[in-house]
């Protein structure tokens, strides 16, 4: 079973591939998407060490928090997003290097552990007592009712095809045995596809950063974190970058304890970068109609597909 | 359930303070109220104590982007006052520093309206092809803003038989670039989902908030000064006004980014054209009367009317600046729009909000002419009062005391 290796477990969740390990990558991983937008835009861009020290500088400032803001909720629930996406990379990863100790019905949590972040958004905005973070909270709301159904669908497709395995550990080991899943026809393919879209819309990234929208909302849910509760959401941000993208490259592409997964990690950071910098900002209702009626049709026909054979 | 969003004074989106007051229903707009006037600086009355030509440097600080516009108004309106003809050579120089300046300032709005849609690459790419523009004036002017070009009878400089191909050089490499940004966002499918149908303006409507500039010309109103009231040599070169029907914020993009390519046309001919001379006539005694002058800014018409009582201080000034007039039509373009549509609207007509500052005291009913510093300041504090009175129990109205 997973986290049953006694003092392992410590050095899982904090140091590989848990807390440390998913930070570092993460925060690289800003630093390359921070660093090809600025050269895209003829800017020079930020040194390397950026993003580290950008966290370094929020921790030492201090925390304030709003008059008749709901002091605890404001406070604590940064951390819930955080320690979910920790709890989230190590699972993931602890899947893959052990692939028979993963639990049955271990995707279902990957994918609650999947909300919580957005939901800490979701919180901390409404606790914030601002106007601008009420509605950047009631904006996230929308939006994860929007992304979530596609990319679910997208997921039920693959355990339709690998007829109802619905742990990762399996999915890994079906993988193992029979190639990886995108190559098992068309409709892991349009699977492929609806979740690559998701990937940006769960980060808040490029067309869909409705939420935050600096210019509109100056930073919706975020607008009152300032000090350590405003690195720790940026950090849970940035940790999400790295574990989206692994988790699905999971799903589809074989076990990602592999030196390829290192290439096809970048390829899909240079996919949301490159929708990231060559689109405008959509309107909520925009998002919706997108992530609902194209995407959610394609993971529909994808199902279909599925349940055929194809 | 209604909820009052403050856009300002202090706001990430405006570089300027400025408070619209924003009632929505959900995402709906239903309510919008305007507040202007946080820093206002008192231009009409300091230039009743400069003279003419220290007052020609006070009305080209009112705004920097437009920093050519109000110093050409303030001419004409003197040369009128005092009928003096300029030189050819003069005119051709004004009308090509005007349109540098309306390119420059075009694409300013263009960086600026993709920053406000979360575009930042149009941004940066915007603001990268104005760069030469600004260079440019560098060489001519030797200033990147607030060239100091103008000057009442004339022009300060002239633009030199060496820089000319400079500028045809610059202008010429700037049009394919505008092409591209045309039809980058004309075949956009998420651009034109963005910006088309939002924010329209009918054309009755814009006529009757009285809209100026490229705000009043997307709607379809066919208004130009630089047609209809020709002052410098805009009369003698070719070229056409850009008129759009829609009047939504996608008609605006399109008018401004086809005046650059006017713009770049009437340059060109300008060059051509430029007759030799001289740069200024002698500037006779300013004589008792009024006189008017009219320039198409960037964002409009721009309006200045100056009054003399023979001394060599103007006696009276009144701005009309484009900004000011634009902005009221907010009210027939927001209602029932969405919020992510604010910003959008707000920057449709690249509002300066520096031109928009006015102030006037009314005393028991009757409006009170002059003001002193002492006034000044008591006014200022009372507004602060206000504020603290209006935003009692808000989040963040602690700041205030």
Known sequence: MLFSHGLMDIFYLVIFPGFIFTMTIGLLSTQIDRKISARLQWRVGPPWYQPFADVVKLLGKEIIIPEGSNKISFLLIPFVGFAAVILLSTMIWLANIYPDSSFVGDLIVIIYLLY???????????????????????????????????????????????????????????????????????????AFIVALFYIPAKLGEGPFDIAEAETELASGPLIEYSGVTLAIFKLTKSMLLFTVPIFILSLFAKNIWTPWTILWYLLILFFIILIKNTNPRLRID????????????????????AAVGL | MRTTIPIGPYHPLLEEPELFRVVVEGERIVDIDWRTSWNHRGIEK??????????????????????????????NAVEDLADIEIPDRAKYIRTIVAELE????????????????????????????????????????????????????????????????????????LEPKIHMFADAILDDPVMLARLRNVGKLSKEDAINWCTVGPVARSAGVDIDIRRDYPYASYDRVEWKVITQVDGDVLAVAVVRLLEILESIKIIRQCLEKMPPGPLQVEVPEIPVGEGIGVEEAPRGECFHYVQSDGTNCPYRLKIRAPSYVNIPCFRSRFIGERISDILLILASVDPCYCCTNRTIKIDNGKVKSTMTDKDLLELSWKETEQLREHYKGYPGGGLLE
């Open chain 2, 102 to 173: 309306r390119i420059h300032s075009h694409l300013l709005w263009l960086g600026l309206a993709g920053h406000y849609i979360g575009y930042h690459t149009v941004w940066m790419w915007a603001w990268r092809y104005r760069e030469p523009i600004c260079e440019l004036f560098e060489i001519i002017s030797g200033n990147r803003q607030s060239y100091a070009m103008m000057k009442i009878g004339g022009v300060r400089q002239d633009i030199k038989e060496e820089t000319i191909p400079i500028i045809m050089k610059t202008i010429n490499e």
């Open chain 1, 286 to 305: 925009q998002a919706l109609k997108l992530l609902w009626f194209p995407l959610s049709g394609l993971s529909l026909a994808g199902i279909i597909l």
């Open chain 2, 46 to 75: 300091i230039a009743e104590s400069k003279t003419y030509e220290q007052a020609l440097f006070l009305v080209e600080r009112i705004c920097g982007i437009c920093s050519t516009s109000h110093p050409i108004a303030f001419c």
């Open chain 1, 116 to 190: 919580l972040p957005s939901i800490a958004l979701i919180i901390g905005g409404s606790a914030s007592r601002n106007p601008f973070g009420a509605l950047g909270a009631s904006r996230e709301m929308k939006l994860m009712l929007a992304y979530e159904l596609p990319f679910l669908l997208a997921t039920f497709t693959i355990v339709v095809k690998n007829g109802g395995i619905i742990s990762l550990g399996g999915i890994l080991n079906y993988q193992a045995s029979n190639g990886a899943m995108i190559t098992q026809g068309a409709s892991c393919i349009i």
